[in-house]
């Protein structure tokens, strides 16, 4: 199935599938982070943009609502996974990289900064879902596959595939894509100044549009750098394709639940 | 628009469903050796997953559409949707599948053709 997508969906001989497969992890002139912003803009921003990022172009009630259940359990998974990489590293630039991380999308820095966990939970009541019943509603099963691997990751593997397999993907909302070959934003810019949505929506999607530049590429930096002087390039690159996999599923997962909203 | 299963008279004279000459009946990768009974013939599939994948659209079409045989059903998309239409004589019926990572029918929704 991996081969099926990422490669060809061609039987090949071992010689030819060994060179596609080199060619496909070779980082030729690029790093580990333009590697993987590549990976990442051809599964979810090429040619067919993820239906999840289409649908949140001009969003329906539906979708945020879909994107706000899901996504209350993906946040939590965070904060234990960012923790897991602060307690296996015994570098210091990425013990403070991650706890700026996890106060912004989970402590907050008080009522004036509150975290993109809060804003996540008001813009569900700004739609009319109470954060209480958003809090008992349990995953779906989607979902909840793809929190246990990146916890098994997060837990079992080395804390820089950790690293990129975790900020890795949020080059969703990093604006910056768009220069980088990406055809679409995470969603239309222009919602921020409509009134197409709440006002808590926007300040949900605007935060991430302004913190998810510098999450995802601080954090890349500091995988390459790792990466490179311990000499685990490779197993970066296997982990973080993994990780994408999961979020591919992830957020299929967030339009499913979002249908239950549809006629609501 | 690829067509993957056509209607054909089989060698016991009864209607059945014909498999691409090449590659698995669902996704027509040509990796794995996944061979199962499908609709009464052996069908070749890339791996398990793909198989449970095209015995639930099967049951789903027959279900939905209330024929016990289907001739043809052509799709385009890929694992994340795909948008179909299944064929049995002069009748029409399409829809949009998408499954989940187990093969199950995540979304199903008949569409006007």
Redesign the interface.
């Known amino acids: 199935?991996w081969?099926?997508?990422n490669i060809t969906?061609?039987?090949t001989d071992p010689k030819i599938l060994a060179k596609l497969l080199g060619k496909f992890f070779d980082l030729g002139e690029e790093n580990l982070q333009s590697w993987v912003k590549h990976r990442f803009i051809e599964k979810f921003y090429g040619p067919r943009p993820?239906?999840f990022v289409e649908a949140l172009q001009h969003p329906s009630r539906a979708t945020l609502l879909g994107y706000v259940v899901e996504h209350q359990h993906f946040l939590k998974q965070w904060v234990r996974s960012c923790s897991f990489i602060m307690a296996r590293t015994d570098a210091t630039d990425v013990v403070l990289y991650e706890l700026d991380n996890i106060n912004t999308e989970f402590g907050g820095m008080g009522p004036g900064r509150p975290s993109h966990y809060e804003l996540l939970l008001r813009m569900g009541e700004s739609l009319g879902l109470e954060r209480r019943k958003v809090l008992a509603t349990p995953p779906l099963?989607?979902t909840k596959?793809a929190l246990q691997l990146w916890d098994g990751i997060c837990q079992k593997d080395h804390w820089v595939e950790a690293m990129v397999a975790m900020h890795g993907l949020e080059l969703i909302a990093n604006r910056n894509l768009r220069k980088e070959g990406a055809r679409v934003h995470y969603f239309d810019p222009t919602i921020l100044e409509s009134e197409t949505v709440t006002e808590a929506t926007k300040a949900f999607l605007r935060e991430g549009y302004e913190a998810d530049v510098g999450h995802s590429e601080e954090a890349l930096d500091l995988a390459t750098k790792y990466a490179g002087q311990l000499s685990i390039l490779e197993d970066v690159q296997a982990t973080f394709m993994k990780s994408i996999d999961a979020f591919?599923?992830y957020l299929?997962a967030r339009l499913?639940r979002s249908?239950q909203f549809e006629s609501s | 628009m690829r067509s993957i299963t056509i209607s054909w008279l089989g060698w016991r004279e009864v209607d059945s469903l014909r498999v691409p000459e090449k590659g698995c009946a669902l996704c027509e990768a040509t990796w794995g050796d996944y061979w199962e009974d499908v609709e009464g013939q052996r069908m070749f599939f890339c791996c398990d997953i793909c198989a449970v994948e095209f015995k639930n659209m099967i049951r789903e079409i027959k279900d939905q559409t209330g024929w016990n045989i289907i001739d043809e059903i052509k799709m385009t998309g890929d694992y994340r949707g795909r948008d179909c239409i299944a064929l049995r004589n002069s009748e029409k019926y399409h829809f949009f599948i998408r499954f989940g990572s187990r093969g199950q029918i995540e979304a199903f929704m008949a569409k006007i053709g």
Do not use: F, S
Request: proline share 6%; charged share 45%; net charge neutral.
């Open positions: 199935m081969l099926n997508r969906k061609t039987k993820h239906p099963l989607e596959e591919d599923h299929m499913e249908r």
